[in-house]
């Protein structure tokens, strides 16, 4: 069942696949800044920590840990 950006389900709570592309969106976007010069390092921290504690109220650790291995790569 669809709430809020996610997907409850019995057993577990999942990002729903909005979510997910907007997670990866902003992630990306909030980088470009960072490494443009735009945002000092600390306003990059106040930018993803929020969007990021988001996602921990999901089962989606493997889901985070991916979008920064690709952007690793």
Partial sequence: MPFLG???????TRL???SRRRY???IRDY???LEKGIWSQREYQSHVTPL???TQHADAKA???????????
């Fill in 31 to 33: 980088t470009q800044r």
């Fill in 6 to 12: 996610y997907l409850l389900y019995p057993e577990t």
């Fill in 16 to 18: 729903a696949k909005r």
């Fill in 63 to 73: 889901f985070r840990m991916s979008v920064f291995q690709r952007m690793l790569e």
């Fill in 24 to 26: 990866i969106q902003k």
């Fill in 52 to 54: 990021t504690a988001f």
